[in-house]
């Protein structure tokens, strides 16, 4: 059973929403940050709801892992994450070692604000700089410039190699629109100059209902072409790499030393809790989402009140996570997956995972051939940089294997 030790908090306030943000955000409308003196009232409501449905959640195990997401937490005063965190404390306890990361944007907290959040227990920051370009920042619709990202980066980088912050990781965003490879390997060299120890490298998506998805089918967003996007990722793979990153996810790099560990725990299929508008959890093994707009989610904690917590948050009503689900998050990982352990712990007898096995490989065959996929026994991963750069190929092969097999197949054995 997937005994949940971590937990992720949704903070959905932004300035405003970026061009190409789908999230569950809640724009304030204003680039001036409330005080611990004078709250949001929303922002107030929001809080209390979040302490409310954590209320709710049984007792279980001392976290390891606390992230606080969004949207853009660092809206919140020190006090306010303080507040969240003392709630968690309180509820669950943190196990020595605790990792607890808070997602910053620049341009929304100053020094002595990031001193606070750390004084508070948060002990990792991510931040969200997107591009060092401030012409592109404007084009995608950040509230920040490159001078507010380099001065973010002094700041945290003063307080890691005074070690109050175990590790830092940043944010950037590859196939921008107007972005081409000489500008990207930019982009790379500007962010390993700051001497951060982790980054994400996101592939832009165009998602439905977003700005950049209406201006896409009007054809006014100058994006890179396929074949200047598959150099940008091939560039960010070999110039990290010889700075000594080590690319332990598809989407992440890091110095020997500062892997996400809560990230982790996705990728790993572990449990976690999940709270807050739009929040995903899977603290007994299967996911389930919150309500995505602030008024039904205010309603959906309402309701767990009067009616009792939903039975996803009831370890008697554990179910597994979906095996194609776990197929796919672990692909994701350098390491990759080992076939034959994951289906017997889903449940299946030897004789089926030996056919099962099989049959997947044989789907898997050009993917193998093509050099994207390493088999190596039952393991299986990723090939760097081109398995991880066209994962989608690998995953489309299993997905097909997975719609092929019997009905009986596809659900857990539960004892």
């Not at 951060?196 to 700005?211: C, F, K, M, Q, R």
């Not at 789907?363 to 039952?378: D, T």
């Not at 995953?395 to 197949?409: C, G, I, K, R």
Request: glycine share 6%; aromatic share 12%.
């Amino acid at each position: 059973m997937n005994v949940p030790r971590s937990a992720y908090l949704h903070i959905p306030f932004c300035y405003k929403r970026c061009f190409y943000c789908d999230f569950a955000v809640v724009p304030v409308g204003s680039k001036h940050k409330q005080s611990f003196d004078s709250p949001n009232p929303l922002i107030d409501s929001y809080l209390n709801l979040l302490e409310r449905e954590i209320s709710l959640t049984p007792e279980c195990e001392p976290l390891s892992t606390v992230y606080i997401g969004g949207g853009t937490p660092s809206l919140l005063t020190y006090q306010e994450i303080n507040f969240l965190l003392n709630i968690l404390r309180q509820k669950f306890g943190f196990q020595p070692g605790v990792e607890i990361t808070l997602e910053i944007d620049p341009a929304s907290f100053n020094k002595m604000e990031l001193e606070g959040y750390i004084k508070s227990g948060v002990n990792r920051v991510s931040l969200g700089a997107q591009s060092f370009d401030t012409n592109i920042l404007k084009e995608i619709g950040r509230s920040h410039d490159r001078d507010d990202l380099i001065q973010s980066c002094s700041w945290i980088r003063e307080f890691f190699e005074k070690g109050e912050l175990k590790s830092w990781n940043l944010d950037l965003i590859q196939s921008l629109p107007s972005q081409d490879c000489k500008s990207w390997e930019d982009q790379i060299n500007q962010a390993i100059r700051t001497a951060v120890p982790h980054l994400s490298i996101y592939d832009l998506s165009i998602e439905p209902g977003t700005a950049f998805a209406n201006w896409d089918l009007l054809g006014k967003l100058n994006l890179p072409n396929e074949e200047s996007s598959w150099q940008m990722m091939r560039s960010t793979s070999s110039m990290l790499s010889e700075a000594g990153f080590a690319r332990y996810e598809i989407s992440n790099f890091s110095l020997p030393g500062h892997p996400s560990r809560h990230n982790r725990v996705y990728w790993n299929g572990s449990g976690w809790w999940g709270f807050g508008q739009g929040a995903t959890s899977a603290p007994w093994g299967l996911r389930f989402m919150r309500p995505k707009t602030f008024n039904e989610y205010r309603s959906w904690v309402f309701q767990q009140e009067q009616e009792g917590i939903h039975s996803s948050l009831i370890s008697s009503n554990a179910r597994p996570m979906p095996l194609d689900e776990l197929l796919i998050v672990g692909l994701r990982r350098r390491e990759g997956v080992e076939l034959y352990s994951m289906f017997r712990d889903w449940g299946w007898s030897k004789t089926q995972c030996e056919i099962y096995i099989k049959s997947l490989i044989s789907k898997w065959l050009p993917s193998i051939q093509n050099g994207l996929l390493i088999q190596n026994g039952f393991r299986f991963y990723l090939t760097d940089p081109e398995g991880m750069n066209l994962s989608n190929e690998v995953l489309v092969q299993m997905m097909l294997w997975w719609e092929s097999l019997p009905n009986d197949a596809v659900e857990p054995s539960i004892s």
